[in-house]
């Protein structure tokens, strides 16, 4: 009796077998008929490689090839895209997603050739469920969206509600329900009464979409509408799958008379079909089921039947959860633990052969609190902490998920909508209830009213939060825009300077100086190679800074043919090497200095950098003994300079810390000699390491 269900189970699989293999016995009896045709043998092949999909991938795989060489042989352009096309099918059943998108990526560029626009359709929503196993859901979502669009232009009416129903499942996969649920009314919409197959997964979905909204009634009254639906088809599987829904829905709902009696109604159905998977998932369900009612034997027999199930059909995946759960069973009938423990170890090394992060989680997370009460401590906490990798690795890819929907745009939308229906649900119940008690009417009256203020308040507390989202954003973008620009006022450093310190360098070797050509070439190509170097930097050290600037002076000194003496005041013994700045940020003021005061002046130049600190803030002090032409500067409109404007434009991008426009973030003003600029720039740009 332990293995009654598991027999009943095995013997439709093994009919449903016998099917398959009559289909694939008839093809090869049809292949060995000598006189056929070359392209009739590729169909033929074609076809084999299609029947050999579901149950043996690699033997289809070999099919297709044999199809592609013949009818490359042949010149047989149509063969060959059929057999790249069994090829895609054949690498999904066997998993390999990635060689299953770059068979029908050379599928759909013959259609493009072709502009054949419903074979262009059928491809990209194939590949669109490929980055759906991926869990690529962006890609996904693209693909999906450009399916739907070539169907509706060719008004193709089954293809779109397909293709919409798809792009609602993704949106499903990332509790995306408000969008989800749009896009299966969407796909109903489309349908006609006609279309009783259709409409049938359309309720089952929505029905999902409301279970996990946690409203139960509407899920039970989607999934009831679509078990009648299936029911007129005589489609059995689907029948089966919808009663396995309302099952998991009435054990959340704690009835669980009815969860017991719908699970059983889709096993029988399960068990007529021969469907060993959908047995096995059924009778890991039940057993689930009996446990959570303390019927233990039962329950154990379910999962046993299940586990022998998987192990026939090579199902690491849920096999490994069917072994945890047996662990659970037997604890609870007082098994002795090393029982509990084989079960749990199996257990991990099928969820190691899945890669399923959730099923490795698990599996860890068992076996460590298992090692704790064997008193094995040492593996416990080796356990545990393999647990703990596989929950966090779990917990990042969620928050990719999440970060994936505030992405495309969706999220404010769904809470509106969200917050919608939980109104015109609670509005349509006080229209039912309006005949009744009028306590009860002022009650219910009270409790809508409560729900509406609770949904302003996150109405408008996900507005806010919205708002904060969009000024993160701009902020990110306007970082960028200052790199490029620095980027841009980098590749731009004036080119009058280049071609002037090469000719003085030339000046040099003709009047025979090799040593001062040498010297100011080395100053030169350090120069260059430094202002290269820093151009992918964010920040430099203010040591480095000083370095650059003294080369730049020292080869501009020599333009102008005239001594200018550059000083650094450190008057707070600052270690330069320890603090950054952005780099290239003096060096349009210190040009300021030389070219617009210093160069008309006939007496040695002076250049003094004074560097200070003052609440939190670096504050870097020019001073020059040059000739001015205007007596106060204020940034950024009466600038003279447009090295002082981009200066000015950098620290107010970069600064977000203080108002932009703030003319004391730069100011420049005339001395009774020179000019004195001043820079304060805030800690959060200016870094202490």
């Not at 063969?79 to 690498?91: D, E, H, L, S, W």
């Not at 293809?159 to 649920?181: Q, T």
């Not at 009938?333 to 969820?351: D, F, H, R, T």
Request: with cysteine; hydrophobic share 40%.
């Amino acid at each position: 009796m332990k293995r009654y269900f598991l027999l009943i189970g095995l013997i439709f699989f093994l009919a449903d077998e016998v099917l398959a293999q009559s289909a694939i016995d008839s093809l090869q009896i049809a292949l060995k008929k000598t006189g056929n045709k070359d392209t009739v043998r590729v169909q033929l092949y074609n076809e084999l490689a299609w029947e050999w999909a579901g149950s043996n991938p690699q033997i289809g795989l070999l099919f297709a090839d044999s199809a592609y060489q013949l009818a490359q042989k042949l010149q047989f352009e149509s063969g060959k895209i059929a057999a790249m096309n069994r090829k895609g099918v054949n690498y999904w059943y066997s998993g390999q997603d990635s060689l299953a998108i770059k068979s029908y990526e050379v599928v759909l560029d013959y259609h493009l050739r072709n502009q054949n626009r419903k074979g262009q359709g059928t491809t990209i929503n194939n590949i669109a469920l490929l980055y759906y196993n991926q869990n690529d859901f962006k890609k996904a979502l693209e693909f999906h969206h450009q399916a739907t669009e070539i169907f509706e232009e060719l008004g193709l009416r089954k293809n779109i509600i397909n293709s919409l129903s798809n792009e609602g499942v993704v949106f499903l996969a990332l509790a995306d329900y408000p969008n989800a649920k749009s896009l299966f009314l969407r796909a109903l919409g489309q349908t006609g009464e006609e279309d009783t197959w259709e409409r049938g997964n359309l309720y089952n979905n929505l029905g999902l979409v409301e279970k996990n909204l946690r409203n139960y009634p509407k899920a039970e009254e989607y999934y009831l509408q679509g078990l009648e639906l299936y029911r007129k088809t005589g489609n059995l599987s689907s029948e089966a799958g919808v009663l396995g829904n309302l099952s998991a829905l009435k054990q959340l709902q704690n009835q669980m008379n009815e969860a017991e009696s719908y699970i059983n109604q889709a096993l029988e159905l399960n068990l007529k079909l021969g469907n060993p998977r959908k047995i096995a998932s059924d009778l890991s369900n039940l057993g689930a089921l009996k446990s959570s009612l303390g019927q233990f034997p039962v329950a154990e027999k379910a999962l046993d039947s299940a586990r022998v199930i998987y192990e026939f059909l090579d199902e690491k995946l849920l096999l490994s959860s069917v072994l945890l759960q047996l662990a659970k069973v037997g604890d609870l009938q007082g098994k002795s633990p090393q029982v509990g423990y084989l079960l749990e170890k199996e257990a991990l090394k099928k969820a190691q052969s899945s890669g399923s992060l959730d099923a490795l989680q698990h599996a860890w997370k068992a076996l460590s609190d298992r090692q704790e009460l064997l008193g094995e401590f040492r593996e416990s906490l080796i356990s545990f902490r393999n647990y703990s990798l596989y929950k966090d690795s779990i917990f990042n890819r969620e928050n990719e998920k999440k970060l994936l929907k505030a992405q495309l745009g969706h999220e404010f939308d769904q809470k509106e909508k969200q917050i919608t229906e939980v109104f015109e649900m609670e509005k349509a119940l006080l229209e039912y209830e309006r005949n009744q008690e009028r306590w009860k009417v002022g009650f219910l009256l009270f409790a809508a009213a409560s729900i509406l203020a609770i949904g302003i308040l996150v109405f408008f507390f996900l507005r806010r939060q919205s708002i904060v989202r969009q000024k993160e954003l701009e902020a990110s973008f306007r970082a960028q825009m200052v790199d490029l620009e620095l980027k841009a006022l980098r590749a731009q450093m004036n080119p009058h300077f280049i071609f002037n310190a090469l000719g003085s360098i030339s000046n040099f070797l003709l009047k025979n100086q090799p040593d001062e050509a040498d010297r100011y070439l080395t100053k030169f190509s350090r120069l260059i190679r430094r202002i290269l170097e820093y151009s992918e930097k964010r920040e430099i050290s203010l040591a480095q800074e000083l370095e650059l600037l003294e080369d730049y002076i020292a080869l501009e000194t020599l333009r102008m043919g005239k001594s200018v003496d550059f000083r650094v005041i450190n008057s707070e013994n600052m270690d330069f090497r320890h603090i950054e700045i952005p780099p290239l940020l003096l060096q349009p003021l210190v040009e300021n200095s030389l070219w617009h005061g210093i160069a008309y002046t006939s007496y040695p130049g002076e250049i003094l950098l004074e560097i200070t600190s003052e609440m939190g803030s670096l504050i870097l002090t020019l001073r020059d003994n040059g000739e001015g032409q205007e007596d106060v500067v204020r940034l950024p409109y009466k600038a003279s300079s447009m090295g002082l404007s981009l200066v000015k434009s950098r620290l107010d991008h970069l600064d977000w810390n203080s108002k932009k426009g703030n003319s004391e973030s730069l100011r420049c003003e005339k001395r009774e000699k020179g000019f004195e600029v001043q820079l304060r720039i805030a800690k959060t740009l200016a870094k202490m390491i």
